[in-house]
């Protein structure tokens, strides 16, 4: 962020909110009127005439590392993607890390977002350089977000009952070497990380994210709750993203995954769930009488055929929602207009009781006030009200998406695609502003991107060759696993 120029005050004159015109009073980071505040005499005045302002979008689920990834599949399962791993992710250099986060983090303010919940990884194991990088590249832009190294101690092939044992013996040795770091190793490092954090936690705060149950050991994932308390951060975790995730869960614990993580202690206000296609009603009520959130991904759900999350049962099972993009390796952008869009058209899709669809209150809502608490920003983030931080999108209302304005809440969440974005303010302070971004040289990032593609593309040759091998076998067990009956369905037009 630009260093204080010492003002203190900032007056954004004239614009349009949600629910009508209000003048917005600033002093520092923090909104201190709403409506027709008098303005003091030093005051910075920004005109926001034909602009509409509304609380930067908060995407509660991303990996910033997928960004180097873009664009490199196409037919995925979630269990393919994973099986892509070790091409579409390895090798990366510190600088690799750096420049993927710090793609994400342009385009996340191009399109209207704040602040966002990074799922990042690192192979063997997370290291304070990398995640210290990552949070760079975030001050850098000028955005929020909460870093959580993403962290197994078993690998996809080790998680997935069955899968190794039908894998060729060659293949078998093949992946072998793709073993991560034990527990302990990890655990070391992320309180390394933890514990020497660099960043100001309101700006870059860090969480600690067991990716996958299957994919961690029961030991380690007491480890991960051990250091979330210790160090009062966020806990991460995909569950039942996938059907094969559910039935494996079922299979392994003897219960639900939820369940498994609520016997081991990880459920609690500061738990979020990532995806939670294939939660049941027991598991729903659980997450909700614990207070802990669910990030909805619907554009990635989509995109992996992984299913329809259940919006509203969440919510009527008092659960805190929030939406988010998932990682450009399984949802190709990052952007929350089509994430808020989508949340609201798959709820649609679920069947024809329009009643208990999503209204896009209720989506606007998710994406920035649900987004703002799964993030552990409680209601310091998400709206435009006094006392909160002033992170604040103005839309161009000359753009074609607003022509004309018939109701601003439908068309924020169906109409309008990032394409009006024209300001973002975030603490205060602009970090795009007339469609610029302050900080960022695009055209450096998009040569240092290509020639970290380029390198990365021949480092990773192997890799890549190891899943087109894996693909069939991986492709037809796993469908195949994921076949037992559940008593949920999450496919709106499967039987
Ligand atoms: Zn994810």
Not at 181 to 189: F, G, K, M, V
């Amino acid at each position: 962020m630009t260093a204080k120029s010492g003002i203190d005050h900032v007056f954004i004159r004239g614009g349009r909110v949600l629910d009508g015109f209000a003048d917005i009073l600033i002093r520092d980071d923090t909104i201190v009127e709403v409506g027709k505040p008098q303005i003091p005499p030093d005051a910075k005045e920004i005109d926001a005439r034909g602009k509409l302002l509304h609380p930067g979008l908060i995407n509660a689920h991303m990996h910033g590392h997928g960004n180097l990834a873009k664009g490199m599949g196409d037919r995925w399962t979630l269990e393919l993607l994973l099986t892509a791993g070790p091409w579409i992710t390895g090798n990366r250099t510190l600088e690799d890390k750096y420049l993927g986060t710090l793609i994400g983090a342009a385009e996340m303010v191009l399109k209207g977002c704040t602040a966002c919940y990074d799922l990042t990884v690192e192979f063997p194991a997370p290291s304070a350089e990398g995640l210290e990088a990552v949070g760079r590249a975030y001050r850098e832009v000028g955005m929020r977000a909460v870093v959580a190294p993403m962290v197994a101690d078993r690998t996809f092939f080790e998680a997935v009952p069955g899968l190794m044992e039908a894998l060729p013996a060659a293949l078998q040795k093949d992946v072998e070497r793709l073993r991560l770091a034990p527990y302990r190793t990890t655990l070391e490092s992320m309180r390394k990380a933890l514990h020497g954090w660099k960043f100001d936690r309101g700006e870059v705060r860090p969480a600690v994210a067991p990716t996958i149950p299957l994919h961690c050991s029961d030991e380690f994932m007491l480890g991960c709750a051990e250091l979330a308390r210790e160090y009062g951060t966020g806990l991460h975790t995909h569950v039942a993203e996938s059907k094969l995730q559910a039935v494996a869960g079922l299979r392994k614990y003897g219960k639900s995954l939820t369940a498994h993580m609520d016997a081991l202690g990880l459920v609690g206000p500061n738990f979020t769930v990532a995806h939670g296609v294939w939660l049941d009603d027991e598991d729903m009520k659980h997450l909700g009488a614990r207070g802990a959130s669910v990030a909805h991904n619907p554009g990635s759900n989509m995109r992996l055929g992984s299913g329809i999350a259940d919006m509203r049962r969440l919510l009527e099972s008092g659960v805190n929602v929030g939406i988010g993009t998932d990682g450009a390796n399984c949802s190709d952008n990052l952007n929350m207009y089509e994430a808020m869009r989508l949340a609201s058209l798959a709820s649609k899709v679920r069947g024809p009781d329009w009643q208990r669809w999503i209204t896009t209150n209720e989506v606007l809502e998710a994406a920035t006030a649900g987004s703002a608490r799964a993030l552990g920003f409680g209601d310091q983030l998400g709206r435009l009200a006094p006392g909160c931080q002033a992170d604040i999108v103005f839309l161009d209302l000359a753009n074609p998406n607003w022509i004309p304005l018939n109701n601003a809440v439908n068309a924020l969440v169906h109409t309008e695609d990032g394409s009006a974005v024209h300001s973002v303010m975030v603490a205060g302070r602009m970090v795009l502003e007339n469609r610029r971004l302050l900080n960022v040289d695009l055209a450096k990032l998009a040569r240092d991107a290509e020639s970290a593609r380029e390198r990365l593309e021949r480092m990773n040759r192997d890799n890549k060759r190891l899943y087109e091998r894996l693909e069939p076998i991986v492709g037809s067990f796993c469908p195949g696993l994921a076949r037992a009956p559940l008593h949920i369905n999450r496919y709106a037009a499967w039987p």
